[in-house]
């Protein structure tokens, strides 16, 4: 692991992190010197500035920060949403920064799990179609990309709601269906924006619970933005950002 | 679940606004099949009017009538006209149904002897005919008019007079069947001899017209010009036009409220593509955080248009199937029924054609594709991180 990152982690989180493996293995996820600027009315804005970042695979990691200093800026930029203004960017051995559209799509649909704040499931459609999308775009079967999706929502533990619409379910499960969607296509990396944003403390536990559980049991690299202190407490690394720079 | 599938549920979004366009297009269909299948039944009046035979009538109007000696110069009292075959004569009679007196239907009184001479699309089985011409009170009716009352052979009908007032019994001897679509099945047919002795003396032998058939029907006008002649110099002269061409006749008056329902079909077309494409747009801007949603997870933007597309193209298609249900019972039993019985001179035959359903169920589809196509191509154009940031 690189200097900076080890610097930038805080005191607490690196004693938690007891566990040396995690320190030991290559990054997943590289940043460097990450520019990513906005225009608003003539005004250049550079939300990320010069960022250097290195996250092990298989770390929870956790991003805090004020409101507007660019976590999820930062986030989009990783899970191949958005391309920087400059700077290299280097995640699960391929450069997004220099990925095309279409590239970056099916990348995306092959290595990023998205857990959303609003949990962002889709109205009309069962528990089980929801955690179903992402196998859509794959060329699996009908069976198989439903047998996939029913293991998926055993590990959230919701099997018995398959069938259930959003609308039908408690934000707690609204959200642990959107982790069964998250890693229904068994990506690497998962990124989730404030998971535990819209929900009480108790289902927010759970949903962490499940985070911390995916980590440790499915290896899955997390990176989560939070401004919830309990929340980052569960995370092996906590970094933290503001004003575009990582502290 | 599939990527087809994906794209129908997404009319479930909003249920309410998707059964209102779905029933919206639906009307929109029934009107346009309307309008189409009365258009093409006017035009069907027409293709289906004789040629071969010809009306003569009074010069002025056929309201007035003609006397009765003038048919001395067809049946052959006083020579032939050459070319014609055989001649009948009528009068309009206007009885009315006494109770159901709203129900329009045509009563004329007719020469027993010439009649189904001139008529031999008038089918009436042999011996109800000749029990017809033995009975002076006798009637002989259509059967579409049969199923209207309820009236069958044997029964005695009291009808009420208007041109001719009081009551008038008959008594139904014959049921006729049409074998070309061209025949008004709704007709009352008495006998002139009856009618004319029951009048006051001054009323007495006057004529509606003359029917006759002619050998040649491309020598129609010629014809009737040799009818017309024979009557030049009597103080009474006449018309004499083929039936197609009094039809055409009576369609070129018409012409102008023809063109003015093609026009207003199409115009219910355009209402129902803006109901479609309403409805749609609305549809993807409210889902536009839902797109974010698929686009993060790796959908492309053709997935997200043809999701839009689809989604129309099966709201059409909902709507036009709809429109075509509702459309038989209401335009061929209710409309269709109702106008045969009653204006069956000029509807004899009231039923929608397979090309217009065909074309109304086209159309619904295809307007709908056409009404997705702008949310389609602007959802295409969405860009990830904004249509997220979208809260929907
Ligand atoms: N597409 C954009 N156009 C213009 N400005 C943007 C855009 N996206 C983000 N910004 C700006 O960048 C800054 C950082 O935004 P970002 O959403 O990354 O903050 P954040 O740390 O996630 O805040 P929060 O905790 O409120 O979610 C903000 O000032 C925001 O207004
Ligand atoms: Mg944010």
């Given at each position: 692991?690189?200097?900076?990152?080890?610097?930038a982690?805080?005191?607490?989180a690196s004693a938690?992190?007891?566990?040396?493996?995690?320190?030991?293995?290559?990054?997943?996820i590289?940043?460097?010197?990450?520019v990513?600027?906005?225009?608003?009315?003539k005004e250049r804005?550079?939300?990320l500035?010069?960022l250097?970042?290195?996250?092990?695979?298989g770390?929870f990691e956790?991003?805090?920060?004020?409101?507007?200093?660019?976590?999820?800026?930062?986030?989009?930029?990783?899970a191949g949403?958005?391309?920087?203004?400059?700077?290299?960017?280097t995640?699960?051995?391929?450069?997004?920064s220099?990925?095309?559209?279409a590239?970056?799509a099916?990348?995306r649909?092959?290595t990023?799990?998205?857990?959303?704040q609003?949990?962002?499931l889709i109205?009309?459609?069962?528990?089980?179609?929801?955690v179903?999308?992402?196998l859509?775009?794959t060329?699996l079967?009908?069976?198989?990309?439903?047998?996939?999706?029913?293991?998926a929502?055993?590990?959230?533990?919701?099997?018995?709601?398959?069938?259930?619409r959003p609308q039908?379910l408690?934000g707690?499960?609204?959200?642990?269906?959107?982790?069964?969607?998250?890693?229904?296509?068994?990506?690497?990396?998962?990124v989730?924006?404030?998971?535990?944003?819209?929900?009480?403390?108790?289902?927010?536990d759970?949903?962490?619970?499940?985070?911390?559980?995916?980590?440790?049991?499915f290896?899955?690299?997390?990176l989560?933005?939070?401004?919830?202190?309990?929340?980052?407490?569960r995370?092996?690394?906590?970094?933290k950002?503001?004003?575009?720079?990582l502290? | 679940?599939?990527?087809?599938?994906?794209?129908?549920?997404?009319?479930?979004?909003?249920?309410?606004?998707?059964?209102?366009t779905?029933?919206?297009?639906?009307?929109?269909?029934?009107?346009?099949v309307?309008?189409?299948?009365?258009?093409?039944?006017?035009?069907?009046?027409?293709?289906?009017?004789a040629?071969?035979?010809l009306s003569t009538?009074?010069?002025?109007?056929?309201?007035?009538?003609?006397?009765?000696?003038?048919?001395?110069?067809?049946?052959?009292?006083?020579?032939?006209i050459p070319?014609?075959?055989?001649?009948t004569?009528?009068?309009?009679?206007?009885?009315?149904h006494?109770?159901r007196?709203?129900?329009?239907?045509?009563?004329m009184?007719?020469?027993?002897g010439?009649y189904?001479?001139?008529?031999?699309?008038?089918s009436?089985?042999?011996?109800?005919?000749?029990?017809?011409k033995?009975?002076?009170?006798g009637?002989i009716?259509?059967?579409a008019?049969a199923?209207?009352?309820?009236?069958?052979v044997?029964?005695?009908?009291?009808?009420?007079?208007t041109?001719?007032?009081?009551?008038w019994?008959?008594?139904?001897?014959?049921?006729?069947e049409?074998?070309?679509?061209?025949?008004?099945?709704a007709?009352?047919?008495?006998?002139?001899d009856?009618?004319?002795?029951?009048?006051?003396?001054?009323?007495?032998d006057?004529?509606?017209w003359?029917?006759s058939t002619?050998?040649?029907?491309?020598?129609?006008?010629?014809?009737?010009?040799?009818?017309?002649?024979?009557?030049?110099?009597?103080?009474i002269?006449t018309?004499?036009?083929?039936e197609?061409?009094m039809?055409?006749?009576?369609l070129?008056?018409?012409s102008?409220i023809?063109?003015?329902?093609?026009?207003?079909?199409l115009?219910?077309?355009?209402?129902?593509?803006?109901?479609?494409?309403?409805?749609?747009a609305?549809?993807?801007?409210?889902?536009?955080?839902?797109?974010?949603?698929?686009?993060a997870?790796?959908?492309?933007?053709?997935?997200?248009?043809?999701?839009?597309?689809g989604?129309?193209?099966?709201?059409?298609?909902?709507?036009?199937?709809?429109?075509?249900?509702?459309s038989?019972?209401?335009?061929?039993q209710?409309l269709?029924?109702?106008?045969?019985?009653n204006?069956?001179?000029?509807f004899?035959?009231?039923?929608?054609?397979?090309s217009?359903?065909?074309?109304?169920?086209?159309?619904a589809?295809?307007?709908a594709?056409?009404?997705a196509?702008?949310?389609?191509?602007?959802a295409?154009?969405?860009?990830?991180?904004?249509?997220?940031?979208?809260?929907?």
């Open positions: 692991m690189s200097e900076e990152a080890t610097s982690e805080t005191s607490k938690k992190a007891s566990d040396t493996t995690t320190a030991k293995r290559s990054p997943i590289v940043c460097r010197k990450i990513r600027s906005f225009w608003r009315a804005l550079d939300v500035d010069e250097d970042l290195e996250i092990a695979e770390s956790a991003l805090m920060g004020p409101s507007g200093s660019g976590k999820t800026t930062l986030l989009n930029l990783i949403l958005d391309r920087p203004t400059s700077g290299t960017l995640v699960a051995g391929t450069e997004v220099a990925m095309g559209d590239a970056l099916r990348w649909s092959q990023i799990g998205f857990v959303f609003h949990f962002n109205p009309v459609l069962t528990a089980l179609e929801n179903e999308l992402p859509l775009l060329s079967g009908s069976s198989e990309r439903k047998k996939r999706a029913q293991i929502l055993r590990v959230v533990g919701l099997e018995d709601r398959m069938h259930h039908q408690s707690g499960q609204e959200q642990r269906v959107g982790i069964a969607r998250a890693i229904v296509h068994d990506p690497k990396i998962i989730a924006d404030e998971p535990t944003g819209e929900l009480d403390r108790k289902s927010a759970e949903v962490l619970h499940l985070l911390e559980r995916l980590n440790k049991e290896d899955k690299t997390i989560m933005v939070t401004h919830d202190p309990a929340a980052a407490e995370a092996t690394v906590l970094r950002l503001d004003k575009g720079k502290l | 679940m599939t990527l087809s599938g994906l794209s129908i549920k997404n009319i479930g979004h909003n249920w309410l606004r998707t059964i209102l779905v029933v919206g297009t639906a009307i929109a269909i029934l009107s346009f309307l309008i189409r299948t009365t258009l093409s039944a006017w035009e069907a009046g027409v293709d289906n009017a040629q071969d035979r009538i009074h010069r002025v109007t056929f309201v007035m009538p003609l006397p009765k000696r003038y048919f001395d110069e067809f049946n052959g009292a006083r020579g032939r070319g014609v075959k055989a001649s004569f009528m009068n309009w009679v206007g009885h009315k006494p109770t007196e709203t129900e329009f239907f045509a009563t009184a007719v020469d027993s010439t189904f001479d001139v008529y031999p699309e008038m009436v089985p042999p011996d109800q005919l000749a029990n017809w033995e009975n002076r009170q009637a009716i259509g059967e008019l199923n209207q009352f309820g009236w069958k044997g029964d005695d009908v009291t009808l009420t007079g041109i001719y007032p009081g009551d019994k008959y008594k139904i001897e014959g049921v006729y049409a074998t070309k679509k061209s025949v008004d099945r007709q009352f047919l008495t006998h002139w009856y009618l004319n002795d029951s009048l006051p003396e001054g009323r007495r006057m004529i509606g003359v029917a002619v050998d040649d029907a491309s020598r129609a006008a010629d014809i009737s010009a040799a009818i017309d002649a024979k009557f030049d110099d009597q103080d002269q018309r004499t036009m083929s197609k061409a039809t055409m006749e009576f070129g008056g018409a102008a023809l063109s003015a329902l093609d026009i207003v079909s115009v219910i077309l355009g209402i129902m593509m803006l109901i479609l494409g309403n409805t749609i609305m549809g993807v801007r409210e889902r536009t955080h839902e797109y974010g949603v698929l686009l997870l790796g959908f492309r933007p053709k997935h997200i248009a043809t999701f839009i597309l989604e129309g193209l099966f709201i059409g298609l909902l709507g036009g199937a709809l429109g075509l249900l509702i038989y019972p209401i335009v061929e209710g269709g029924r109702w106008l045969e019985e204006m069956g001179a000029y004899p035959y009231f039923s929608i054609p397979t217009v359903s065909a074309l109304a169920l086209g159309m589809v295809a307007l594709g056409l009404a196509l702008v949310p389609a191509y602007s295409s154009k969405l860009d990830v991180i904004t249509a997220l940031r979208r809260i929907g």
